[in-house]
C-alpha cells in the first residue's frame, strides 16, 4: 500500500536488431537470450511483443554492405526501411522507434563521416548533420512512429526537428540520447549491432563518465532545439544523472538499461551468484525510482511477465 515505485508494462521498450536474409535468428553470445533477427523473424517476434503488452520496439539496423558515408542508412531500401514497413503491416499499433546514428552503416564504426586533419582522421559534425537528416527522414517516410539520435552530435536535434516539419512530418517525436556516455558498458551491443570502431574511440562526441553538470548542459541543448523526450545512457551507473535531469528539465525521460549492464546480471545469474529475476527487477526498480518514465532494457519481455504475476 505505502509502495512509493511501481513498473508498468507501459513504460517498457525493448531493442531489436534486424539484418539482411530470410529465417534468420542468429544468437548474441554476449547477450543471452537476444537475436540478431531477419525482417521476418523481426515481424514474428513483435507479434509476441505487442501480445505481451510492450507499447514499443527499438530497431537498431545491420546492413548488407557498409561504406565511409554510411549511405545503406538513409537508402529507401535499407533494413531498417524495409523492417519497419514490415511490422507496419502486421503490428500497426505497435510504436515503432528507430535509432539514427551512422556507426552501423560506415565502414570504419564511427558515428559520422570523416575529415582527416594534418594525418589524424575525426568526425566531422557539421558534415554529419545533412545525413542523419536523411536517415531520420528515410525512416519516417517507412513508417516510423518516433526517431532516437543517438549519434551526440552537435546540433543534431534541431536539424532533425527543421527536417521533419518541412517535409510534413511536424507530428512525428524525437526521443534523443541527451546525455550519452562514453561508457565501458557498450561491448555487447557493439557485437549486436557489428558497429566496434575500427580506430580509436567515441570519446569527442560522448561524454566523459566523469562529468554531470556537463549532462545537464547537453540535455538543455537537446531541449532547446526541439526533442520532445530527453534519454540519459547508460541507466545503472548514472542514476544521479537521471533524477537531475528529471528534476531540471521536468519532461519525459527515457534511461537505456544497456547491453552490457544486462550481460553483467545475465553472467552473475549463470554462475548463481545472484538471483536474475531478482536482480532485473531491482534495476529496472532504481532506475524508475530515479526519475526515468520510459526504460529501454532487453529485459522488457521478462518484466512483462513478471509484473503481470505481480512481480
Given at each position: 500500500m505505502?509502495?512509493?515505485?511501481?513498473?508498468?508494462?507501459?513504460?517498457?521498450?525493448?531493442?531489436?536488431?534486424?539484418?539482411?536474409?530470410?529465417?534468420?535468428?542468429?544468437?548474441?553470445?554476449?547477450?543471452?537470450?537476444?537475436?540478431?533477427?531477419?525482417v521476418?523473424?523481426?515481424?514474428?517476434?513483435?507479434?509476441?511483443?505487442?501480445?505481451?503488452?510492450?507499447?514499443?520496439?527499438?530497431?537498431?539496423?545491420?546492413p548488407?554492405?557498409?561504406?565511409?558515408?554510411?549511405?545503406?542508412?538513409?537508402?529507401e531500401?535499407?533494413?531498417?526501411q524495409?523492417?519497419?514497413?514490415?511490422?507496419?503491416?502486421?503490428?500497426?499499433?505497435l510504436?515503432?522507434?528507430?535509432?539514427?546514428?551512422?556507426?552501423?552503416?560506415?565502414?570504419?564504426?564511427?558515428?559520422?563521416?570523416?575529415?582527416?586533419?594534418?594525418?589524424?582522421?575525426?568526425?566531422?559534425?557539421?558534415?554529419?548533420?545533412?545525413?542523419?537528416?536523411?536517415?531520420?527522414?528515410?525512416?519516417?517516410?517507412?513508417?516510423?512512429?518516433?526517431?532516437?539520435?543517438?549519434?551526440?552530435?552537435?546540433?543534431?536535434?534541431?536539424?532533425?526537428?527543421?527536417?521533419?516539419?518541412?517535409?510534413?512530418?511536424?507530428?512525428v517525436?524525437?526521443?534523443?540520447?541527451?546525455?550519452?556516455?562514453?561508457?565501458?558498458?557498450?561491448?555487447?551491443?557493439?557485437?549486436a549491432?557489428?558497429?566496434?570502431?575500427?580506430?580509436g574511440?567515441r570519446?569527442?562526441?560522448?561524454?566523459?563518465?566523469?562529468?554531470?553538470?556537463?549532462?545537464?548542459?547537453?540535455?538543455?541543448?537537446?531541449?532547446?532545439?526541439?526533442?520532445?523526450?530527453?534519454?540519459?545512457?547508460?541507466?545503472?551507473?548514472?542514476?544521479?544523472?537521471?533524477?537531475?535531469?528529471?528534476?531540471?528539465?521536468?519532461?519525459?525521460?527515457?534511461?537505456?538499461?544497456?547491453?552490457?549492464?544486462?550481460?553483467?546480471?545475465?553472467?552473475?545469474?549463470?554462475?548463481?551468484?545472484?538471483?536474475?529475476?531478482?536482480?532485473?527487477?531491482?534495476?529496472?526498480?532504481?532506475?524508475?525510482?530515479?526519475?526515468?518514465?520510459?526504460?529501454?532494457?532487453?529485459?522488457?519481455?521478462?518484466?512483462?511477465?513478471?509484473?503481470?504475476?505481480?512481480?
Open positions: 505505502i509502495r512509493q515505485t511501481r513498473l508498468s508494462v507501459d513504460q517498457l521498450v525493448y531493442p531489436l536488431f534486424v539484418r539482411p536474409g530470410s529465417g534468420v535468428r542468429q544468437p548474441i553470445n554476449s547477450m543471452p537470450g537476444q537475436y540478431q533477427l531477419s521476418d523473424m523481426l515481424v514474428a517476434e513483435c507479434g509476441k511483443i505487442m501480445d505481451l503488452g510492450i507499447p514499443a520496439v527499438l530497431l537498431f539496423g545491420i548488407e554492405h557498409k561504406d565511409s558515408a554510411g549511405s545503406e542508412a538513409y537508402s531500401t535499407g533494413i531498417i524495409q523492417a519497419v514497413r514490415a511490422i507496419k503491416k502486421v503490428c500497426s499499433d510504436l515503432v522507434i528507430t535509432d539514427v546514428c551512422l556507426c552501423e552503416y560506415t565502414d570504419h564504426g564511427h558515428c559520422g563521416v570523416l575529415v582527416d586533419r594534418g594525418g589524424r582522421k575525426d568526425v566531422d559534425n557539421d558534415a554529419t548533420l545533412p545525413l542523419l537528416v536523411k536517415e531520420a527522414l528515410s525512416h519516417v517516410e517507412a513508417g516510423a512512429d518516433m526517431v532516437a539520435p543517438s549519434d551526440m552530435m552537435d546540433g543534431r536535434v534541431g536539424a532533425i526537428r527543421a527536417g521533419l516539419d518541412e517535409s510534413g512530418f511536424p507530428h517525436p524525437i526521443m534523443a540520447y541527451a546525455a550519452k556516455y562514453a561508457s565501458s558498458y557498450y561491448g555487447p551491443f557493439r557485437e549491432a557489428e558497429s566496434t570502431p575500427q580506430f574511440d570519446k569527442s562526441y560522448q561524454m566523459d563518465v566523469a562529468n554531470a553538470d556537463e549532462a545537464l548542459r547537453e540535455v538543455a541543448a537537446d531541449v532547446e532545439e526541439g526533442a520532445d523526450i530527453i534519454m540519459v545512457k547508460p541507466a545503472m551507473n548514472y542514476l544521479d544523472i537521471i533524477r537531475r535531469v528529471k528534476e531540471r528539465f521536468r519532461m519525459p525521460t527515457a534511461a537505456y538499461h544497456v547491453s552490457g549492464e544486462f550481460a553483467a546480471i545475465k553472467a552473475a545469474a549463470a554462475n548463481g551468484w545472484i538471483d536474475e529475476k531478482g536482480a532485473a527487477i531491482e534495476t529496472t526498480l532504481a532506475i524508475a525510482r530515479a526519475g526515468a518514465d520510459i526504460i529501454i532494457t532487453y529485459f522488457a519481455k521478462d518484466l512483462a511477465c513478471w509484473i503481470k504475476e505481480g512481480l
